[in-house]
C-alpha cells in the first residue's frame, strides 16, 4: 500500500487555516486599500491646489506641503522671488562674507541652505564671532541631534544679538533645520549688523513669501512680501569715515596718545566717587561708567534703579549703554554714531567715539 504522499508547505493543513489565510488576505487588502485611499487623498489635495486660483503658485510647491495635518501652517520663498537678481545677489555677499570668516576652518559654502541646516556651519560661525567655544558634538549625523545641537547654537546667537530666550520669530530650529531660506538669511543678516561686518548688504531688498495653511480638508495659500534688508547708514555699509577711522589706518602710533588723553578726562570725573579707569577698552563696556559720568558732568544724581550697577548679560549692558545714550541727547549732544551694541562688543573705534564726544563738549570743566 502507497504512503500518503507529502504536501508542501504551501498546501493548506485544513480548513481553519484557509479560513485564517483569507481573514489576513483580508487585513492586508484593508492596509493597502487605506494606502492608497491616503495617496489619493493627498494627490487629490494637490490637484486642487494646483487648479484652483492662484494655482499657479502653488504647482511649484515641494510635494510634503501638500501632505499637511488640518490647521498647520507651512512657508517656503516665491519660486520668483528666490531667482531675482537682487535676493540672488544678497545670497552670494552673505555667502562670500561666511566664506571669509571661516576660512580658517577650512569651511566652503556654496549654499545656504544645504551647508546650514545641521548647525556645524552657524556653531563655527558663532565661535568665530563670540571668541566662546560651544559644547556642542563636532558631527552630527542623525535629525535628533542636528536639532539638539541647532537648538544650542539659536540659543547663543540669540544671546549674542541681545533678544535672550524669546529668541526671535523670524527663525528657529525648525525653520533653520527645515532649509527656510528666508529664515537662514534673516539670521545671517542680523549677525551682519550686529557684528559691523566690513560688506556692502544690498539695500531694500524684498522677498514674496507662501504661507500654505490646510483649512477644511482644502489647502489655501497667501503671499506675503517680507523685507530682507532695509537702507542703513552705518559701518560696513553707507556711512562717511571719521578722524578715528583715519586714526586707526594711518597714524596707529598716536592712537596710545588718544587713549591716554581721554582716559585723564574720564578720571577728572571718576576719581570724585573713588572710581578710576585703568583700561579704556574694556571698562566701558558695560555702561556703569558712561552712566555715572553723565551724571557727574551735567551734576546730577543718576537714580540707581534706572540702570544696572552690576550688570550681568548682555542685555543688562546694552541697557545701561542705552540709558547713557539717552542721558546724552537730554545733554543736547548729538545722537551717538555707534550703536550700544557696539560698545557692549568692545569695539573700541565706537568706544572712543562716544568719550571723544563727551570730551569735545566738556572739557571746559574742572
Not at 543678516?189 to 500654505?212: C, D, G, Q
Amino acid at each position: 500500500m502507497a504512503s500518503p504522499r507529502p504536501k508542501s508547505p504551501g498546501t493548506p493543513a485544513s480548513r481553519n487555516n484557509s479560513k485564517d489565510e483569507s481573514i489576513w488576505e483580508k487585513i492586508g487588502t484593508l492596509g493597502r486599500k487605506k494606502k492608497i485611499q491616503q495617496v489619493q487623498n493627498v494627490s487629490r489635495e494637490g490637484k486642487f491646489a494646483i487648479d484652483s486660483p492662484g494655482g499657479a503658485v502653488l504647482r511649484d510647491l515641494p510635494a510634503e506641503y501638500y501632505n499637511i495635518e488640518e490647521g498647520e501652517e507651512r512657508s517656503m520663498i516665491d519660486p520668483h522671488s528666490y531667482n531675482s537678481a537682487r535676493f540672488a545677489d544678497l545670497r552670494r555677499v552673505l555667502t562670500g562674507w561666511l566664506n571669509d570668516e571661516l576660512a580658517q576652518y577650512r569651511i566652503i559654502v556654496k549654499s545656504l541652505e544645504e551647508d546650514l541646516y545641521d548647525g556645524h556651519v552657524l556653531q563655527k560661525l558663532t565661535e568665530k564671532l563670540s571668541g566662546v567655544t560651544l559644547a556642542v558634538p563636532e558631527v552630527t549625523q542623525s535629525e535628533v541631534a542636528q536639532k539638539q545641537k541647532l537648538k544650542v547654537v539659536i540659543g547663543s546667537i540669540n544671546q549674542m544679538l541681545g533678544l535672550g530666550h524669546q529668541g526671535s520669530q523670524l527663525w528657529n530650529v525648525e525653520k533653520i533645520h527645515s532649509k527656510n531660506v528666508i529664515a537662514i538669511v534673516h539670521l545671517l543678516v542680523a549677525l551682519v549688523r550686529h557684528y559691523r561686518a566690513p560688506i556692502r548688504l544690498p539695500e531694500n531688498v524684498f522677498a514674496k513669501v507662501v504661507i500654505v495653511k490646510k483649512e477644511d480638508g482644502q489647502l489655501s495659500h497667501r503671499l506675503v512680501e517680507e523685507e530682507m534688508t532695509s537702507t542703513y547708514d552705518d559701518l560696513g555699509l553707507r556711512y562717511e569715515r571719521d578722524a578715528f577711522d583715519t586714526l586707526f589706518d594711518h597714524a596707529p602710533d598716536k592712537l596710545q596718545v588718544v587713549k591716554k588723553s581721554l582716559v585723564t578726562f574720564a578720571n577728572k570725573q571718576l576719581n570724585k566717587i573713588n572710581l578710576e579707569v585703568t583700561d579704556l577698552d574694556s571698562q566701558f563696556n558695560d555702561g556703569v561708567y558712561l552712566c555715572l559720568m553723565m551724571g557727574l558732568l551735567e551734576d546730577y544724581f543718576v537714580p540707581l534703579y534706572d540702570f544696572h550697577l552690576t550688570p550681568r548679560t548682555f542685555e543688562d549692558k546694552v541697557h545701561n549703554v542705552s540709558f547713557a545714550f539717552e542721558l546724552m541727547q537730554d545733554a543736547g549732544l548729538p545722537p551717538p554714531k555707534p550703536r550700544p551694541e557696539d560698545i557692549v562688543n568692545l569695539d573700541l573705534k565706537s568706544t572712543l567715539r562716544v568719550l571723544y564726544n563727551l570730551f569735545f563738549k566738556y572739557k571746559h570743566l574742572n
